[in-house]
Each structure stands twice: as C-alpha cells, then as structure tokens.
C-alpha cells in the first residue's frame, strides 16, 4: 500500500540553526512529491514540490529538499531556521500522470518548535 | 487573487445532525479536494471533483457525500454525525485533476461534534 512515513513527531531546533526533517515514501513508481507547512488553525501551503529532473528542489522561505529514488526519500531542509517557521510541516505523494486523480497521501506530519 | 474560501470556519453540532460545509475555489480552477484532519488519523483524502464529477472517493462511509457545482464550488455533507467525524475539513483548489498541478488549500472548517 502506498505510504508516506515522517520519523520525526516533534523536533525542536535553536534559532539560526540547520534544520532537516525526514521523509519515506512508499510507492509503486516514483510518485510526485511535496512538501507543506500548516500554521496553528491555517491550512495548508505549498513549500516545494518535485515532479521529475534536478533531484535538489528550491521552495519558498529559504527550503530545499532533495528526492534521493534509492532511498525513498525526500528531507527537507533548511540552513538557518527562523522563528516564525515554528509550524506542523507534511510530507506528502501524489499518484504520477495528468490522468490520474489529485488524492494526495500524506505523512502523519512532524512539528517543528524554534528555541530563541 | 482570492485565495479558497472555506465557510463556515468553525461548527458545532449534535450527534445524529447533519451538516454541510462548503468551499470556493479559486478562480479558474475547476477541481476541489476535499480532506479530514484529525489528530489520530492525520490528513486523509475524502474526495475530488472536476467539472460537476466525482473523480475519486477515499475510504470514508457513506455517511460522507459531496458536489460539485457549475461554478465549480463544492460542498461536502456529513450525515448522522458521530463523535468522530470532530476534525478540521480541508478543501483544496487547482487548475485542473492530477498531482502534477499545485494544490492550494482553504484554512479549512473545524467541525466539533458533541
């Protein structure tokens, strides 16, 4: 069955510090691929997403993640956290082609808090 | 550019009641996701609809029914809640059906029922 596994609950990082969180994904093909961050009592936005070519994805407010197929993985990370990126972030997998459906699957989530 | 526009925000309801929820999408996009939070199952897919048809449905009871309509808004309906279906609702707009286009999301109904 499909699944999309966050190691990580909770982590809690220092300001300015390096950040990564952890994402594995099980999947027939190498599905599409994304990242979202949920504020408290907000919806969900789009960090990045990976649908094929350059494995090292840029997304907005400074994050990056890498697809590594070998491992089925796909981390996101960050060089220096701020404290407004304190949030609940998801990883998630859509199923590949234009055809197929939108459903996504998503990670159980992992929620960062920023130490000032 | 309005973003996806969930109403209401907040709802309480009674076990046994029903209840409707609707989303606006944005504009031009003609397929809404909808998804349950909650925080022992997580994010889970309800459903999808593009062009007034459902396109996928997840693994929920038929309690839970949706639609689409010609302006592409959707509403989603729960019938004869239970005290599980408290979760936050989540609907999701995009250009058109397919993971390969973004997805932006609504911020959501919190659904409680008591």
């Known amino acids: 069955a499909q699944s999309v596994t966050q190691p990580d609950i909770h982590i809690t990082v220092s300001e300015g510090a390096s950040l990564e969180l952890r994402c594995n994904y099980s999947?027939?093909?190498?599905?599409?691929l994304f990242w979202y961050v949920q504020s408290p009592g907000q919806g969900l936005q789009l960090l990045l997403k990976y649908f094929s070519g350059d494995t090292l994805v840029q997304g907005i407010k400074g994050f990056e993640a890498e697809f590594k197929r070998s491992q089925s993985s796909f981390n996101l990370r960050k060089p220096s956290v701020h404290w407004s990126d304190a949030a609940e972030y998801f990883c998630a997998v859509g199923p590949l082609g234009s055809g197929n459906t939108g459903k996504l699957i998503f990670g159980q989530g992992t929620t960062l808090q920023v130490k000032p | 550019k309005a973003g996806v526009t969930q109403t209401p925000r907040y709802l309480i309801k009674t076990r046994g009641q029903q209840v409707t929820l609707s989303c606006s999408p944005i504009s031009g996009h003609r397929s809404v996701s909808w998804y349950q939070q909650t925080p022992g199952q997580g994010l889970q897919f309800l459903f999808e609809y593009f062009s007034e048809t459902q396109r996928n449905k997840g693994n929920f009871p038929g309690r839970f029914s949706g639609r689409q309509f010609s302006n592409s808004r959707s509403e989603m309906n729960v019938s004869t809640l239970e005290l599980g279906d408290s979760a936050l609702y989540l609907c999701?707009?995009?250009?058109?059906?397919?993971?390969?286009?973004?997805?932006?999301f609504g911020q959501g109904t919190r659904l409680t029922v008591v």
């Open positions: 999947y027939g093909a190498t599905p599409y």
């Open positions: 999701a707009s995009s250009l058109r059906p397919g993971s390969n286009t973004e997805a932006f």
